[in-house]
């Protein structure tokens, strides 16, 4: 007999093997984190995972089966108030037999009247709704710390940048300095980097005052027509020097440039708002646009909305790039593009600020033809317009007497 007997591990009572499909499929259910619910075609849940009832914290399955579920997953919009149907997409999307993907919001988890940040997704199989959530918090907890430390890195660094700006600036001016012609095209160089740097710094910062809701909007009832004519009017020099036919005015010959009688259109906005929002546009247009291409700006409106055009007929996007354009960070990468400055936040500031407006921006463009966006914003009708000054002017008054 050996003297080293080794330990033997005690025995594990050996699980029964699950093999049949049904009590496969509800061990996977039962085992994995996401809460998912199935309902039949009237929304009547006829299933629910434990990860689904802890996370709704809805006592237990068998007092949800049954019931509509509505009643359990109560969708919030940005307020914080639950979401009426006509404005959910998880209805819309269960009574309609349409898909969602990954759409990021908030439950209302009543009996704690917590706000439990998700991601739900609808998948429908016949007249089945596979309705499926994960808890997100750690993901926002991440993200937030992201921004956090991007926005302080790039607040940080847009100081000496500026500086080395100012200095390369001096150095340029033959008034404060004397340089000969090759140093000269170096710091030209530099310069141009520099000022590429500043702008990236600065579109961080924005973006990330954006993501954590630090900007708001500033809205007043304000006339645009007259108001983007006047922004489209600075981007002249820029236009001329980069030999672009610019115009005010509709693409398709009516023109509205030296109209004798401007069109008044009024709506709530941030005037910084829209002003960068056409900064950004018209940038493009010319970025992307060659020498003898044309660029128009267009206003047109109908009683419900204003409709802001950019249209240039520059270099175009592809079908696989323009999906993507919105996106931060994102370029389309071509030959083309690539000897052209960006940091491809640009679109992705517009269309933030454009929607904290209430508005629509989209794109419509064919590659080697040119581009089109349009920003769409809510109307205001001429008596409202008025209406709404009036009460500030008398609000002003009363103030000012009151001081
Ligand atoms: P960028 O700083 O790169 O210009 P944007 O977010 O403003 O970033 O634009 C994203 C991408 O969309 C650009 O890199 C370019 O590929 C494309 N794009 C934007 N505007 C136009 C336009 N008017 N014509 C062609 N391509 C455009």
């Not at 996977?28 to 006829?46: C, F, Q, R």
């Not at 937030?144 to 600036?169: C, D, K, N, W």
């Amino acid at each position: 007999m050996s003297w080293f007997k080794h330990k033997q591990p005690a025995p594990v009572a050996a699980a029964p093997v699950v093999n049949s499909g049904a009590a496969l499929a509800e061990l996977v259910l039962n085992s994995i984190k996401e809460g998912v619910i199935i309902t039949d075609a009237a929304g009547v849940i006829s299933s629910i995972n434990p990860a689904a009832v802890a996370m709704l914290e809805c006592g237990n399955a068998a007092d949800v089966v049954g019931l509509d579920y509505r009643l359990h997953l109560k969708i919030e919009n940005k307020g914080g108030q639950v979401m009426p149907d006509a404005e959910n997409p998880v209805y819309i999307a269960v009574a309609s037999n349409q898909a969602l993907n990954d759409f990021k919001t908030s439950l209302a988890v009543e009996r704690t009247g917590k706000h439990l940040p998700v991601a739900i997704s609808v998948i429908i199989a016949g007249n089945n709704k596979i309705i499926t959530f994960r808890d997100i918090t750690k993901d926002l907890e991440e993200d937030s710390a992201q921004a956090e430390f991007i926005s302080t890195a790039s607040h940080e660094m847009r100081t000496p940048v500026a500086s080395i700006e100012g200095y390369l600036s001096l150095a340029l001016n033959a008034q404060t300095a004397t340089i000969d012609e090759r140093a000269r095209q170096y710091l030209e160089s530099a310069h141009a980097a520099s000022k590429h740097l500043g702008k990236l710094f600065q579109d961080l910062l924005d973006t990330t005052k954006l993501d954590d809701g630090r900007i708001k909007p500033e809205m007043m009832p304000t006339e645009v027509y007259g108001l983007v004519k006047q922004m489209a009017d600075q981007f002249m020099p820029q236009f001329l020097q980069a030999q672009i036919k610019f115009d005010f005015g509709s693409s398709t010959g009516v023109d509205m440039g030296e109209a004798k009688v401007q069109p008044a259109m009024y709506a709530v906005i941030d005037t910084n708002f829209l002003q960068e929002i056409m900064n950004n546009l018209l940038d493009n247009a010319r970025k992307y646009s060659m020498p003898d291409d044309n660029v128009w700006v267009n206003v047109v409106g109908d009683e419900r909305q204003i409709v802001i055009s950019v249209k240039d007929t520059g270099m175009g996007i592809s079908q696989d790039d323009i999906q993507h354009i919105f996106q931060k960070f994102y370029r389309a990468d071509n030959s083309d593009t690539r000897t052209i400055g960006g940091t491809g936040l640009g679109l992705y500031i517009t269309k933030q600020r454009v929607e904290a407006m209430g508005g629509k921006i989209w794109v419509e463009s064919t590659l080697g033809s040119g581009t089109t966006f349009y920003v769409s914003l809510p109307r205001l009708s001429t008596e409202e317009y008025n209406r709404r000054i009036t009460v500030m002017n008398n609000q002003k008054q009363f103030m000012e007497v009151k001081a």
